[in-house]
């Protein structure tokens, strides 16, 4: 029987880091989608004490450096996405292996001013865990910043057996490695979004539909139409209670 506390996504993740950190600049649902969105929704980080949690190879963390925040530290579940998140950000900025759904013990209470985590908490079931955690590290008053996968992108991609409630589903990506890799995940419908968030002690500040960005046309025109139409991410913002 699998064991419920190992990381559902941990064996595809390890197989795709290297994949997805060549690759996912250049995709239509990471760089011309949800990559832009995010950093739209994040804004000004100058001075800012940030957490990015589930970082995988490290864009936004490279991102959020060079856009002037004070001090950053990052994790991720799959050792070879570390590996890579470091390469790309040298030795200053601490990142580590952990999992998310377990207690983030190496940072202090009350230690950040901003928590963002890039479509990584489509891989937990409970909420509770990590929306605790960020609830925990974060200042009075900061804000969480996370992107996951759109309920009706998602519904109509996974089809699940109803929209309602938290699901297992898996899907076969191809678009980063040579061989396919099965990568497990959580459907999750809105309530089950919005619902955790409101019981970790945040206030919802805004949920933004994510849609491709204009030059994503004339790269992929069919891409381009798709995301256009169905939204794939949203980006919710909230605000630490
Ligand atoms: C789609 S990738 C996104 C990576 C990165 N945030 C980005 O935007 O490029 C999802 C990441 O979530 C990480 N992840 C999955 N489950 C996790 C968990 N339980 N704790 C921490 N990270 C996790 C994966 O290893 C992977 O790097």
Same mark, same amino acid.
């Given at each position: 029987?699998?064991?419920?506390?190992?990381?559902?996504?941990? /064996?595809? $993740? #390890? =197989?795709?880091?290297?994949?997805?950190?060549?690759?996912?600049?250049?995709?239509?649902?990471?760089?011309?989608?949800?990559?832009?969105?995010?950093?739209?929704?994040?804004?000004?980080?100058?001075?800012?004490?940030?957490? @990015?949690?589930?970082? %995988?190879?490290?864009?936004?963390?490279? @991102?959020?450096?060079?856009?002037?925040?004070?001090?950053? =530290? =990052?994790?991720?579940?799959?050792?070879?996405? +570390?590996?890579? *998140?470091?390469?790309?950000?040298?030795?200053?900025?601490?990142?580590?292996? *952990?999992?998310?759904?377990?207690?983030?013990?190496? &940072?202090?209470?009350?230690?950040?001013?901003? +928590?963002?985590?890039? &479509?990584?908490?489509?891989?937990?079931?409970?909420?509770?865990?990590?929306?605790? #955690?960020?609830?925990?590290?974060?200042?009075?008053?900061?804000? &969480?910043?996370?992107?996951?996968?759109?309920?009706?992108?998602?519904?109509?991609?996974?089809?699940?057996?109803?929209?309602?409630? +938290?699901? !297992?589903? /898996?899907?076969?990506?191809?678009?980063?490695?040579?061989?396919?890799?099965?990568?497990? @995940? !959580?459907?999750?419908?809105?309530? /089950?979004? +919005?619902?955790?968030?409101?019981?970790? %002690?945040?206030?919802?500040? %805004?949920?933004? /539909?994510?849609?491709?960005?204009?030059?994503?046309?004339?790269?992929?025109?069919?891409? $381009?139409?798709?995301?256009?139409?169905?939204?794939?991410?949203?980006?919710?913002?909230?605000?630490?209670?």
């Amino acid at each position: 029987m699998a064991d419920p506390d190992r990381p559902i996504a941990l /064996e595809a $993740y #390890e =197989a795709l880091a290297d994949g997805y950190a060549a690759k996912a600049e250049t995709k239509a649902e990471n760089g011309y989608n949800e990559h832009p969105a995010i950093r739209r929704v994040i804004g000004a980080v100058t001075g800012l004490d940030v957490l @990015d949690a589930g970082c %995988g190879p490290g864009f936004l963390t490279r @991102d959020l450096i060079a856009a002037g925040a004070s001090r950053i =530290a =990052a994790f991720d579940v799959s050792p070879r996405m +570390v590996e890579l *998140a470091r390469e790309r950000n040298g030795p200053e900025t601490p990142i580590i292996a *952990a999992d998310m759904a377990k207690p983030l013990d190496w &940072l202090a209470d009350a230690s950040f001013d901003l +928590v963002v985590s890039s &479509l990584a908490l489509d891989y937990v079931r409970d909420w509770s865990k990590p929306l605790g #955690e960020f609830r925990r590290v974060l200042k009075p008053g900061g804000r &969480l910043v996370f992107s996951v996968q759109h309920p009706l992108g998602s519904y109509l991609w996974f089809r699940p057996e109803t929209a309602f409630g +938290v699901h !297992y589903c /898996e899907a076969s990506w191809r678009s980063f490695t040579e061989e396919p890799v099965i990568v497990p @995940d !959580y459907y999750r419908s809105f309530e /089950e979004i +919005v619902g955790p968030l409101l019981s970790a %002690g945040f206030a919802l500040a %805004g949920v933004h /539909e994510t849609r491709p960005v204009p030059e994503l046309e004339q790269i992929d025109p069919e891409k $381009y139409r798709r995301h256009s139409t169905i939204p794939t991410f949203m980006v919710i913002e909230a605000l630490r209670q």
